[in-house]
Each structure stands twice: as C-alpha cells, then as structure tokens.
C-alpha cells in the first residue's frame, strides 16, 4: 500500500557529528560514539532506535529535540554537534527563543509531560499548542479533561500534541497502556500525517523491536556507542557502557498499513469471542452446539 504524499512537505535533515557529549554539572556526561564513520543522518522516513532500559535513547531524543542540553552561546552538546536543516544547535544564532521557534514550527513530542488545565478540551488545545486556530474548532468548549476517561484523555492528548503540520515527530513509548482501539487511532493518525507534512519520525518502544528488526523493509543504519560517567564526592565514580541500534525505513507507508490491519484484526478477533467462553460456560455440553 502506498500513499501518495503532499507535494508541500516540509524537509527535515539532521546532521550529528560524533562524538555527542552531554555533561550535568561537571559530575555526570553521557557520551555517544558510533561504531562506523563519525558522522549520521536522518532524512525522511522512519528511524527506530532499539536499546536496553537506561540505554540513552530518550537523552538522545532529548537532544535532537532541543529538550535537553544547554541552550545560549553553546546550545545543544557539550562536544559533537546537531544540526537541523543546516542549522547547529551549538552555532550562532541559537538561543532559548530560536530553540522554542523551532520546537514550536517543526517538532511532536509524543508522549510529552503535559498536565491538563481546568479548562475545555478546546482550551487546553489553545494553550499547550495553539497553532491552528482552524483544528482548535473541532475541540469542544463544553467538554473538560477531568472528567472524561483515560481512554478519552489519551486521545484528546493525541489530538493536542501529534500535529500533522510538522515535519518531524519524537516518539517515545507512544503506545504504552494503549488498548487495541487507541492503538488504532494512533497508527491512523501516523499514516495520515505521514501523507501530508511529516516526513522524519523517531520512534522508541520495547514491544515494537523484533517486530521492527525482522521487518524487511527496516534495515540496520548503525550502532550508537553509549559511555556514562558518574563522578560524585567521595564515592567511587560509576562508569557504564550500553549501545543503541538504530534501523532506518524510507518508505513506511506499507509498515504503516501492516501495523493498522493488525489491529483491525485484533478488534474483530476480540469482538468475535464468546462471552459465555470468558465465564467457563464452554464446559456444558451442548450450550454452544446449535
């Protein structure tokens, strides 16, 4: 299956130069190295990173979404630099009013630590992202967060924060504690954004690996090197070593249908069984025979 795409995407290029350092007042830093070549680029498509917990993949998320590392006259790394569409986060001209601009023009963050106002649904829209005054008409100004469920909730945020106007979409565990009809809903709207303006998405989410590692049309970019050093007084330092590998797919539309009829066939397979079944009922002879 495949999709045709706007003719008015918007382009999305990184840029990282290695080694990538992050340093937390002078007594922690992450670092992160590749196994092959010494520079890495993400284009259009979809980038999935696969590491253990405590990894570094979401510090790195973190980085390339100017959500973490120090912003000003050395924005970004502390070594190493991240460019986007040519533009160093540690260069002139970056500061915390250009790195919003570009989050607020250019990046989804999903999930986000977002907390819900007393406010409609129409409202929280306007305040945690605002940027379509056409899309924020179809929230309600009657209807309040707190009293939906976390169903609804988690749907009303999707709708918030995943904003098909933007090119490029940070992913991270999006589909924990979702049900097979959210999770529907989500790959929906990934397909539907995908045929318009997003054109990079980076993604993370420990049930999707072999999934995603066995699927042909993912093939394995490279290999982050990752090396933590935690220096505190009196204490011996802790050194750890980890790696991410990240598999790249440039053309996810049929990666994106195959998820969406998974779960269509998970709802038909849920719908279809007996609830006399679920209550042991099936023992009786002759109950279900007719």
């Known amino acids: 299956m495949h999709c045709i795409k706007d003719d008015n995407v918007v382009s999305s290029h990184f840029e990282i130069t290695f080694p990538l350092i992050l340093a937390y007042d002078g007594s922690f ?13 993400f284009k259009r498509g979809v980038y999935y990173l696969h590491g253990d917990n405590g990894s570094g993949k ?24 991240v460019k986007f569409n040519g533009q160093a986060y540690n260069g002139k001209g970056i500061d915390y009013i250009r790195a919003a601009e570009i ?47 976390g169903g609804q909730q988690q ?39 995908y045929q318009k303006k997003l054109s990079t998405i980076f993604f993370i989410d420990h049930w999707m690996g072999k999934k995603i590692k066995a699927d042909k049309h993912f093939r ?34 049929d990666f994106f249908f195959q998820q969406i009829r998974q779960v269509q066939k998970e709802k038909v397979v849920k719908k279809s069984v007996n609830p006399l079944f679920l209550r042991g009922d099936w023992g009786v002879k002759g109950k279900h025979e007719e």
């Open 29 to 41: 830093s992450i670092t992160f190295t590749l196994q092959r070549e010494t520079t890495l680029e």
């Open 58 to 81: 979401t510090t790195f998320l973190n980085m390339l979404a100017l959500t973490a590392g120090n912003i000003g006259k050395k924005a970004g790394a502390d070594a190493g630099t």
């Open 103 to 149: 989050r607020e023009k250019s990046y989804c963050i999903f999930p986000q630590k977002v907390f819900f106002l007393p406010v409609s649904t129409r409202d929280n829209y306007m305040v945690l992202n605002g940027s379509d005054k056409k899309k924020a008409e179809s929230f309600s100004s009657q209807q309040y967060p707190d009293f939906l469920s």
């Open 155 to 193: 749907k009303i945020l999707m709708d918030i924060v995943l904003d098909e106007k933007k090119p490029v979409w940070f992913l991270d565990e999006p589909l924990t504690n979702l049900d097979a009809e959210r999770r529907l809903y989500f790959w929906t709207t990934l397909e539907r954004a």
């Open 220 to 253: 394995h970019l490279n290999t982050l090197r990752v090396f933590t050093e935690n220096r505190q007084k009196n204490s011996p330092p802790e050194i750890g070593f980890r790696h991410i590998e990240i598999f790249e797919n440039n053309d996810p539309q």
